[in-house]
């Protein structure tokens, strides 16, 4: 498992004068000398409370939900210890504490973020000068634990990034860049895999940047793992939120005759012509708030396909295979996240036809994946060492014949893998895929 306890943060920056808004902010708290705030964009931790003092009933910072931003809140002067806590929990049971040294008229953000079992804090000082001319200073926080690299362009509306120097590159989750003059205007915000423009996780169609603004941009992750929100805070100021409207969506058909096998999601195509036995690859797909449209056609003909809700930055596969009623489809949830360093993560598909028994998988003849149902996914394992030469083996579960086996498997360091079994009871063939 991962362990990203306690973030390094943000340097104290200092020897400077205050700007017109920080005084102004600087009076609230009444006595206080000092004013923080907490930035939540956890989609677990949902809400995050601050108390000043291991003996303080009350949190100086309270019920932070998930995605939004606290007002400031008085805090005095001198050494202070902050305890972050989640819902009614006190001090005894903290997420994690930092002891501080607070000056007066000093105001800081604490933005906190990450999965279960893996909570982190970031603490921007809002006290950066602001930069002169008709420039915005803009730093990038990552707190996407599971995306992995990314890079950061600010573009044209609609301008294709080809050519394009990245303002930001290689962000490292837990960390924010530098500050970075940009000049000011309304751009494009697009956020895309290190060193690939064409791996989009976010487009955000237009974001402005004023002369004379201190703009943190905070990167966090998606549900899926791979997409990625964004929230833009002005120093002191309000924040923008700017969540990913797409998710991902691949087909994957489990049929065993059949041809010209498509499928259509909303307006996208996710899976066109395929013969059986074939894993499309991942499309954006806009979902809105409520069902999309959903159209599978096989040899020509439709299939009845229900509309489906979706959530934004998750992953999905649609498959389609033979059950028990025909040609059926069902909507897997995809969790793209990132296993710790030296270990993949690995789940079983059932995307046979004609077997209806649930099928289990053994890694390295040791029973890990049970009892999955056809047309089902099982759950991630996400603890199995990394290698070159691990053995796979999936058997029936009812009549423990074994239908698949590979040796010498090559599973890579933080690797997703879904393998999918295809074909008939006599004929089962499998495909281990690299999710990502």
């Not at 929100?229 to 998710?247: F, H, I």
């Not at 499309?280 to 489906?308: F, L």
């Amino acid at each position: 498992m991962r362990h990203q306890f306690d973030p390094p943060r943000l340097r104290v920056r200092g020897g400077f004068l205050l700007t017109p808004l920080l005084l102004l902010l600087a009076g609230c708290g009444g006595g206080d000398n000092a004013a923080i705030r907490v930035l939540n964009v956890s989609q677990d931790y949902t809400a995050i409370n601050v108390f000043d003092g291991s003996t303080s009933t009350d949190p100086t910072v309270a019920d932070v939900t998930s995605g939004t931003l606290s007002s400031y809140s008085g805090i005095s002067s001198g050494s202070q210890t902050l305890y972050f806590t989640e819902g009614g929990n006190t001090q005894t049971s903290s997420l994690t504490s930092e002891t501080e040294s607070f000056t007066t008229g000093e105001h800081r953000t604490y933005v906190t973020y990450g999965d279960n079992g893996e909570f982190g804090e970031y603490e921007i000082d809002d006290n950066e000068a602001p930069p002169g001319g008709s420039d915005a200073s803009v730093e990038v926080l990552d707190t996407a634990n599971d995306a992995g690299g990314l890079d950061v362009y600010f573009a044209g509306s609609g301008a294709s990034l080809t050519g394009i120097s990245p303002n930001f590159t290689g962000l490292v989750a837990g960390k924010a860049t530098s500050f970075t003059s940009v000049a000011s205007g309304t751009y494009q915000l697009t956020v895309t895999g290190t060193g690939n423009n064409s791996d989009v996780r976010l487009q955000v169609p237009s974001v402005t940047l004023d002369g004379g603004e201190v703009v943190t941009i905070v990167i966090t992750e998606s549900a899926g793992g791979y997409l990625v929100n964004a929230y833009v805070l002005p120093q002191g100021g309000s924040l923008t939120t700017d969540l990913n409207p797409n998710a991902r969506i691949r087909a994957v058909v489990g049929l065993t005759s059949g041809s010209d096998i498509s499928a259509t999601v909303g307006s996208t195509a996710v899976i066109t012509n395929a013969s059986p036995a074939s894993i499309g690859t991942y499309q954006m797909v806009p979902v809105g708030t409520g069902t999309v449209p959903v159209s599978v056609t096989v040899s020509g003909v439709a299939v009845s396909s229900p509309e489906q809700a979706l959530a934004a930055g998750q992953d999905y596969t649609l498959l389609i295979y033979q059950g028990t009623g025909g040609i059926e489809e069902n909507w897997l949830v995809d969790i793209n996240r990132l296993p710790a360093s030296g270990d993949a993560s690995l789940r079983l598909v059932h995307a046979m036809s004609g077997l209806t028994d649930p099928l289990s998988l053994a890694v390295d003849s040791v029973p890990a994946l049970t009892d999955v149902s056809q047309g089902e996914a099982s759950s991630y394992d996400s603890g199995i060492t990394a290698g070159t030469t691990t053995t796979l083996s999936v058997t029936d579960t009812t009549t423990s014949q074994l239908l698949y086996s590979q040796s010498a498997a090559t599973l890579a360091s933080q690797g997703v893998y879904t393998l999918f079994m295809f074909g008939g009871a006599s004929s089962a063939t499998g495909t281990l895929n690299e999710d990502r």
